[in-house]
């Protein structure tokens, strides 16, 4: 498995045990580890409520823009129309979502929030707050700043190139 360098020359990085490792250069790699240690940070966090990152995601999309559509969560979220449509399905399971179909498509399912479901996304606002810090704890203010600005340029490059 060979890894796209980043500039800079990895081989001098060490395994555990003192070998190189071509995984310390590697953007994939690194990206999903930092997304598995968010998402654990995120987890202890949220167990009160027992919600994933995407769940949580699902929420705030629906706070943001209420009776949108599947299709809007979609775009706002960048989750795959048959993971929302399950994590949907969860979300309603738990109470706090509900959804009828649209009268401009009688295909399409609007999206609104319970009470239950409002009352957490503004009572957590916070400890998303505290879980972004705890993630970027590790980096200058400026280099937070830079982090995600870099991880929104990501994404966004990549949007366009999936159109």
Not at 51 to 68: C, F, I, K, M, N
Not at 134 to 161: C, F, N, P, W, Y
Request: proline share 1%; hydrophobic share 35%.
């Amino acid at each position: 498995m060979t890894y796209a360098r980043t500039g800079k020359d990895k081989s001098r990085e060490k395994k555990p045990g003192g070998e190189r490792s071509e995984l310390h250069g590697s953007a994939v790699h690194l990206l999903h580890r930092a997304g598995q240690c968010a998402e654990e940070i995120f987890t202890t966090e949220f167990q009160r409520w027992d919600l994933t990152p995407r769940q949580y995601a699902v929420l705030v999309a629906a706070y943001e823009h209420s009776g949108g559509s599947q299709t809007d969560i979609v775009e706002r979220t960048g989750i795959d129309r048959s993971t929302l449509a399950d994590l949907v399905r969860r979300l309603l399971k738990k109470g706090l979502l509900q959804r009828r179909r649209t009268r401009e498509d009688a295909r399409a399912y609007a999206v609104r929030l319970t009470d239950a479901g409002r009352e957490i996304v503004e009572a957590s606002g916070g400890i998303a707050n505290k879980v972004d810090a705890q993630i970027l704890a590790a980096l200058s203010a400026s280099d937070r700043e830079k982090l995600v600005g870099l991880l929104g340029a990501i994404v966004r490059h990549m949007q366009k190139t999936e159109r």
